[in-house]
């Protein structure tokens, strides 16, 4: 006969629950709840209605640009000898870099796919065809070229050459072009393309040894293009030496550029003349703007040197070469920009924007007149540039008070300032602290700001004094930073830095951290450090919360994994200064636990642990760390460490286990420091029958002739008085200054005092003090006091008794 029985009857049984049906006759009638195998309890409603539809607040996703985490990893597979990605993920990894919207092109980018295309070219193709389809190659050439970083340069240089390379290898393979006779395809396509690259990342003098090798031979018969060609790959190799401030090879540039009969264009010597000018070498400025008026078109080539050479006229004292330059150009009718440069002269001689007001009315008038003359004649009037070039020369010494009235002059010309005049602008109302002026200027510039506009580095400053007054609304810093955001335009890592601290003081550690993984990881690691710092500072700050501070280390060490110990060291010793040792213990193992040598804890680490876990005597920290330790082979001791250990083990009361460790330096081959000999006292305070221990060491020191310092004496006389061998302590006291030259100060008889463990002791100590020293007893004061035991003990003033390893 089948069983009945089924697991829910067996689990009803165990649980010694009523096992009920629908129709029984002992069901209770109260009961409305219907029993499932059993009574169930009806728990209380924990969500309500709304929360129902309430999403939590996620963190965004750290933006890591396209690629980089492959092209990462293949370094990591190299540095560490294991399997790299297959080249076909690379070449996939590089494509994608290059094609996304915003490229970033800062040295460590740049050097991750370098060494991806080093490493395509290692494991080529087998077909022979390129991994870098040849339009992706130009591509990422021409970004090269086009968005240069602030700063750095040669990981361009190297990718600029593998490219070219490549390209190189591509282009024999095609047919030439027709319009070229003698140069060959990639001479005249491609290789002026790396010349101007190389040039525009400080490799000019390299750039230059190309040019010369391709082109140093003059042409039989050149083709129109060829002849341009030629001369803008020279301007590109005059105008990069003059950027790098290399004036012998900037003249040797010239020679070889007449020797290979390709004589200096006006281009180039109008760069000549800026650059000598620029640097107040008025002699050589004269003399190329000299041979460059001897030529048809030398005054098309020294439009924009005529501002630099009458300014260094004028600030170089040469007045009579700027007054007879400006004469000549003023005796037949100049065009628009020589009068800019008049104008320019004119305010760097003294006159002030009154006198160059009236000066514009001459410019019109004249040119009214030329108009009546010749009716194909322009009609010539000043306009922003004029006003930009005014501006820009009045921020050059620092004159903020004429710039503005440059400003206000165009108002009333009725010129209209553009994105430029508003940058200056900004630039300096922030020089003199005006912010709000530097903040009305912004508003007039916003909606021109683009992604590469010279306005984002203004903008950002601005931001940054934005957030450090304190006294400006946080709304308006945001629609700032949403403007940015919209236009793709680059926040620094100074304004990141600045914002996120913004937020962290607000109690916004979600925004904080948003806006660090948003930007971070498209900066280089030298700009990783300028925000990973700024976050550090946060937590260093004494007004910062603890909590916060905690919050703000746990984003930091997920946003900068590779922040190195030397930054960690002092963020845990924070904790320990806030008496948090067991946040400072997940620092320490957060070191202790890497696998990266710069991360991974070494003896300084240690010490700085066990240091701190004395301070707040942590007793169980102070085991894991020491554990931790006794099975670190990486660490060698030394007497430092055993210093920290001896130090930990005294303040958390195991005395005898610190004793040990002065046992162990007393013994070991580098022998004790005077800090060991003040920590061993220090243990010999709370030892039974300490006071024995510190004798004997005393009378070692004796016998060996140490130079006892005060901080010795102190730390044996404080030996003696947790011992309560007051008479003696005191007996040390009065004989400190005939005997060891010490006068008692605060430190001596605060010491003193601190380790005079009873309440009688303590009245004839401070009865002493008063009598003998009463200013030092006014200081002791002034720190305040507390009493042991909960308030029924002997008291401690606030005083200050740590020691270093």
Same mark, same amino acid.
């Given at each position: 006969?089948?069983?009945?029985?089924?697991?829910?009857?067996?689990?009803?049984?165990?649980?010694?629950?009523?096992?009920?049906?629908?129709?029984?006759?002992?069901?209770?009638?109260?009961?409305?709840?219907?029993?499932?195998?059993?009574?169930?309890?009806?728990?209380?409603?924990?969500?309500?209605?709304?929360?129902?539809?309430?999403?939590?607040?996620?963190?965004?996703?750290?933006?890591?640009?396209?690629?980089?985490?492959?092209?990462?990893?293949?370094?990591?597979?190299?540095?560490?000898?294991?399997?790299?990605? %297959?080249?076909?993920?690379?070449?996939?990894?590089?494509?994608?870099?290059?094609?996304?919207?915003?490229?970033?092109?800062?040295?460590?980018?740049?050097?991750?796919?370098?060494?991806?295309?080093?490493?395509?070219?290692?494991?080529?193709?087998?077909?022979?065809?390129?991994?870098?389809?040849?339009?992706? #190659?130009?591509?990422?050439?021409?970004?090269?070229?086009? +968005?240069?970083?602030?700063? =750095?340069?040669?990981?361009?240089?190297?990718?600029?050459?593998?490219?070219?390379?490549?390209? $190189?290898?591509?282009?024999?393979?095609?047919?030439?072009?027709?319009?070229?006779?003698?140069?060959?395809?990639?001479?005249?396509?491609?290789?002026?393309?790396?010349? &101007?690259?190389?040039?525009?990342?400080?490799?000019?003098?390299?750039?230059?040894?190309?040019?010369?090798?391709?082109? =140093?031979?003059?042409?039989?018969?050149?083709?129109?293009?060829?002849?341009?060609?030629?001369?803008?790959?020279?301007?590109?190799?005059?105008? =990069?030496?003059?950027?790098?401030?290399?004036?012998?090879?900037?003249?040797?540039?010239?020679?070889?550029? &007449?020797?290979?009969?390709?004589?200096?264009?006006?281009?180039?010597?109008?760069?000549?003349?800026?650059?000598?000018?620029?640097?107040?070498?008025?002699?050589?400025?004269?003399?190329?703007?000299?041979?460059?008026?001897?030529?048809?078109?030398?005054?098309?080539?020294?439009?924009?040197? *005529?501002?630099?050479?009458?300014?260094?006229?004028?600030?170089?004292?040469?007045?009579?070469?700027?007054?007879?330059?400006?004469?000549?150009?003023?005796?037949?009718?100049?065009?628009?920009?020589?009068?800019?440069?008049?104008?320019?002269?004119?305010?760097?001689?003294?006159?002030?924007?009154?006198?160059?007001?009236?000066?514009?009315?001459?410019?019109?008038?004249?040119?009214?007149?030329?108009?009546? $003359?010749?009716?194909?004649?322009?009609?010539?009037?000043?306009?922003?540039?004029?006003?930009?070039?005014?501006?820009?020369?009045?921020?050059?010494?620092?004159?903020?008070?004429?710039?503005?009235?440059?400003?206000?002059?165009?108002?009333?010309?009725?010129?209209?300032?553009?994105?430029?005049?508003?940058?200056?602008?900004?630039?300096?109302?922030?020089?003199?602290?005006?912010?709000?002026?530097?903040?009305?200027?912004?508003?007039?510039?916003? =909606? &021109?700001?683009?992604?590469?506009?010279?306005?984002?580095?203004?903008?950002?400053?601005?931001?940054?004094?934005?957030?450090?007054?304190?006294? +400006?609304?946080?709304?308006?810093?945001?629609?700032?930073?949403?403007?940015?955001?919209?236009?793709?335009?680059? *926040?620094?890592?100074?304004?990141?830095?600045?914002?996120?601290?913004?937020?962290?003081?607000?109690?916004?550690?979600?925004?904080?951290?948003?806006?660090?993984?948003?930007?971070?990881?498209?900066?280089?690691?030298?700009?990783?450090?300028?925000?990973?710092?700024?976050?550090?500072?946060?937590?260093?700050?004494?007004?910062?919360?603890?909590?916060?501070?905690?919050?703000?280390?746990? #984003?930091?060490?997920?946003?900068?994994?590779?922040?190195?110990?030397?930054?960690?060291?002092?963020?845990?010793?924070?904790?320990?200064?806030?008496?948090?040792?067991?946040?400072?213990? +997940?620092?320490?193992?957060?070191?202790?636990?890497?696998?990266?040598?710069?991360?991974?804890?070494?003896?300084?680490?240690?010490? %700085?642990?066990?240091?701190?876990? %004395?301070?707040?005597?942590?007793?169980?920290?102070?085991?894991?760390?020491?554990?931790?330790?006794?099975?670190?082979?990486?660490?060698?001791?030394?007497?430092?460490?055993?210093?920290?250990?001896?130090?930990?083990?005294?303040?958390?009361?195991?005395?005898?286990?610190?004793?040990?460790?002065?046992?162990?330096?007393?013994?070991?081959?580098?022998?004790?420091?005077?800090?060991?000999?003040?920590?061993?006292?220090?243990?010999?305070?709370?030892?039974?029958?300490?006071?024995?221990?510190?004798?004997?060491?005393?009378?070692?020191?004796?016998?060996?002739?140490?130079?006892?310092?005060?901080?010795?004496?102190?730390?044996?006389?404080?030996?003696?008085?947790?011992?309560?061998?007051?008479?003696?302590?005191?007996?040390?006291?009065?004989?400190? $200054?005939?005997?060891?030259?010490?006068?008692?100060?605060?430190?001596?008889?605060?010491?003193?005092?601190?380790?005079?463990?009873?309440?009688?002791?303590?009245?004839?100590?401070?009865?002493?003090?008063?009598?003998?020293?009463?200013?030092?007893?006014?200081?002791?004061?002034?720190?305040?006091?507390?009493?042991?035991?909960?308030?029924?003990?002997?008291?401690?003033?606030?005083?200050?008794?740590?020691?270093?390893?």
């Amino acid at each position: 006969m089948p069983s009945h029985l089924t697991r829910v009857v067996f689990r009803s049984i165990i649980a010694d629950t009523p096992l009920l049906c629908r129709g029984c006759v002992q069901r209770s009638p109260r009961l409305r709840t219907a029993f499932h195998h059993g009574p169930r309890t009806i728990a209380p409603q924990r969500r309500t209605f709304f929360g129902m539809f309430k999403t939590q607040r996620k963190i965004k996703p750290a933006e890591v640009p396209a690629g980089l985490e492959v092209l990462g990893g293949l370094i990591k597979a190299q540095r560490k000898g294991e399997r790299p990605p %297959a080249p076909k993920a690379v070449s996939e990894a590089i494509n994608a870099f290059f094609l996304q919207r915003k490229v970033d092109l800062e040295d460590f980018h740049v050097g991750n796919v370098a060494n991806g295309m080093e490493y395509l070219l290692e494991h080529p193709k087998e077909d022979g065809q390129p991994w870098i389809p040849y339009a992706n #190659m130009k591509r990422a050439l021409t970004i090269l070229k086009r +968005h240069p970083p602030e700063s =750095g340069g040669k990981p361009h240089v190297f990718m600029a050459k593998l490219l070219d390379a490549e390209i $190189k290898r591509v282009i024999d393979q095609e047919e030439e072009p027709k319009d070229l006779k003698s140069l060959s395809l990639y001479d005249g396509v491609q290789l002026p393309k790396l010349i &101007q690259i190389l040039c525009i990342y400080g490799a000019s003098l390299e750039a230059r040894d190309l040019a010369f090798a391709s082109y =140093g031979t003059p042409l039989a018969e050149p083709t129109e293009r060829e002849t341009n060609t030629i001369r803008e790959v020279w301007s590109a190799i005059v105008r =990069g030496i003059a950027k790098e401030g290399h004036t012998s090879e900037l003249i040797k540039t010239i020679e070889m550029m &007449q020797g290979a009969s390709a004589l200096p264009t006006s281009e180039v010597r109008g760069i000549l003349v800026k650059y000598f000018a620029e640097r107040n070498d008025l002699e050589q400025a004269k003399y190329w703007y000299t041979q460059s008026t001897q030529e048809k078109d030398g005054a098309k080539g020294l439009v924009g040197a *005529l501002a630099p050479l009458l300014k260094a006229c004028a600030l170089g004292g040469d007045i009579a070469f700027g007054q007879k330059l400006v004469v000549s150009l003023l005796q037949e009718m100049p065009d628009k920009e020589t009068w800019d440069a008049v104008f320019l002269y004119s305010a760097a001689i003294g006159k002030g924007p009154d006198e160059i007001d009236r000066m514009m009315n001459v410019m019109v008038r004249r040119s009214q007149e030329e108009q009546q $003359k010749k009716r194909d004649a322009l009609l010539l009037q000043p306009d922003i540039d004029t006003i930009n070039v005014l501006v820009e020369f009045a921020m050059s010494k620092q004159d903020s008070y004429s710039a503005e009235r440059y400003v206000v002059l165009a108002e009333k010309r009725g010129i209209f300032p553009n994105e430029k005049t508003y940058t200056m602008q900004i630039k300096y109302r922030l020089s003199i602290k005006d912010l709000d002026g530097a903040r009305a200027a912004y508003y007039e510039l916003q =909606g &021109q700001i683009t992604e590469d506009s010279e306005s984002v580095d203004a903008v950002n400053k601005l931001i940054q004094a934005l957030c450090q007054s304190q006294q +400006h609304h946080f709304d308006d810093i945001m629609a700032m930073v949403d403007d940015m955001h919209e236009q793709n335009a680059k *926040l620094t890592p100074e304004t990141v830095a600045t914002l996120s601290v913004l937020h962290l003081r607000r109690g916004e550690l979600h925004d904080a951290a948003d806006i660090v993984n948003v930007h971070a990881h498209h900066m280089s690691p030298e700009q990783r450090t300028v925000i990973r710092r700024g976050l550090a500072s946060f937590i260093m700050d004494k007004e910062t919360n603890t909590t916060d501070a905690w919050d703000t280390y746990k #984003m930091l060490r997920l946003a900068f994994p590779e922040t190195p110990r030397e930054d960690r060291i002092p963020l845990m010793n924070e904790f320990f200064a806030r008496k948090r040792s067991d946040m400072a213990c +997940h620092v320490f193992f957060h070191m202790r636990n890497s696998v990266l040598e710069e991360i991974a804890a070494d003896r300084a680490v240690y010490i %700085a642990a066990f240091t701190g876990f %004395a301070r707040n005597a942590d007793a169980e920290s102070l085991e894991l760390a020491h554990n931790q330790l006794k099975i670190d082979l990486n660490v060698e001791w030394d007497t430092k460490l055993r210093n920290a250990l001896m130090l930990a083990y005294a303040s958390t009361g195991n005395h005898k286990r610190a004793m040990q460790f002065w046992a162990e330096i007393g013994s070991s081959k580098e022998g004790p420091t005077y800090n060991s000999i003040v920590i061993a006292f220090r243990a010999c305070e709370g030892t039974h029958y300490g006071e024995r221990h510190a004798k004997s060491i005393w009378q070692r020191l004796k016998e060996m002739d140490v130079d006892i310092d005060k901080q010795i004496f102190t730390a044996y006389m404080c030996a003696i008085a947790r011992n309560h061998r007051h008479d003696e302590a005191l007996a040390l006291i009065e004989s400190a $200054k005939s005997e060891y030259g010490f006068e008692p100060d605060l430190y001596i008889l605060g010491n003193w005092f601190q380790c005079t463990a009873s309440i009688d002791r303590q009245e004839k100590v401070e009865e002493w003090i008063k009598k003998h020293y009463p200013a030092v007893w006014t200081q002791l004061e002034a720190m305040g006091q507390y009493r042991t035991m909960e308030g029924f003990g002997y008291r401690q003033f606030k005083f200050n008794r740590d020691i270093d390893p």
